[in-house]
């Protein structure tokens, strides 16, 4: 080795470790540093789907007492899992949402809660531009169904956030949700639903940019909507099949992972009919451990994609192994 740079490569050497000693020693400044001024979240997974891209965004979480929220199973029962699960029935809940990157076009799956459920929650946006995206950029929004966690994104007061996406909806969802006439009817706890559903779909929906679409027929190449009501009266899930792989997007077919994959028959009281939501569910996890294709789940913990096992009676989770992919067009 020529002397010359025997002697760059020492020098070199040398400053990676004055840049290695930097870095990990502290300092007074350091100490001194302003604490963080953004709630720390953790914003985006990307998964690999033969040709296509499904990113994972995350809203954000927000506490939830599932000791008020969960019926149909023993108060004892039901603490036993979640203690299992090293957690107590309060737990905190993911909102998820997901982006598929497809044949050149974004398209968001269900929108997240902007600022109806406070600070820790309504971080779409920011998971969204962490990812490289702007919300001008999204072809379309997939919804699940039209609580307000789903579609509370969709708007920023009267302004769309989508500009140049289209709405899809379900037609039994969205007849149900939109109707004046049944939110005249509603109880006075669920009027704060129709209302969220009805000004958060309006502006899309005078723009003509609201599709409600029947089941069984593709909305864009290898993505087909799959009726799965009880959760909502047109709850939706979505099929994504390409080149051999396949996921399902779950939508709210689960709330308490910890509890409800052990016990697919534990009701959750944000069910429109509970029986109907349990029933879904016993019947997507069973297809999705029968068949093994992936899910993604918008309150599975962050980001809510993995695979279902069966063991005997019961489901076992298992969440996808992190990996890091290149990017596609
Ligand atoms: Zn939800």
Redesign the pocket.
């Known amino acids: 080795m020529n002397h010359s740079i025997k002697s760059g490569l020492q020098l070199l050497a040398a400053s990676f470790i004055i840049l290695f000693l930097t870095l990990v020693t502290p300092t007074h400044s350091f100490s001194q540093t302003a604490a963080p001024t953004a709630l720390p979240q953790p914003g985006y997974y990307v998964l690999q789907l033969g040709d296509i891209q499904i990113i994972a965004l995350s809203d954000g979480t927000a506490a939830l007492d599932f000791t008020k929220l969960l019926s149909n199973i023993a108060p004892e029962k039901r603490d036993r899992l979640f203690k299992e699960n090293y957690l107590t029935s309060s737990v905190e809940n993911s909102?998820n949402a997901f982006l598929i990157k497809a044949d050149g076009k974004l398209i968001l799956v269900d929108a997240g809660t902007a600022d109806a459920f406070g600070p820790t929650l309504g971080k779409l946006a920011a998971s969204l531009n962490n990812a490289g995206y702007r919300p001008e950029q999204i072809d379309a929004v997939l919804l699940t169904?039209l609580?307000p966690?789903?579609v509370g994104g969709l708007t920023d007061g009267d302004k769309i956030v989508f500009p140049n996406a289209t709405i899809y909806v379900s037609k039994p969802e969205a007849a149900y949700w939109l109707s004046e006439d049944n939110k005249r009817k509603a109880p006075k706890s669920a009027q704060f639903y129709f209302e969220t559903a009805i000004q958060k779909i309006a502006p899309y929906q005078k723009a003509g940019k609201l599709v409600t679409f029947d089941y069984g027929t593709e909305l864009f190449p290898g993505i087909t909507p799959m009726a799965t009501p009880g959760?909502t009266p047109g709850h939706s899930s979505y099929i994504v099949e390409r080149k051999g792989q396949k996921l399902l997007f779950w939508?709210?077919l689960v709330?308490a992972a910890a509890v409800q994959f052990s016990d697919p028959g534990a009701y959750m009281g944000?069910d429109s009919d509970p029986k109907a939501g349990a029933e879904q569910r016993k019947k997507a996890y069973a297809d999705a451990a029968r068949n093994g294709y992936w899910i993604a789940a918008?309150?599975i913990s962050f980001p809510g994609i993995g695979h279902l096992r069966a063991d005997g009676s019961k489901y076992v989770w298992i969440p996808a192994n992190y990996s890091v992919y290149p990017p596609i067009k």
């Open positions: 909102v169904h609580h966690d789903h959760h939508g709210d709330h944000f918008d309150h």
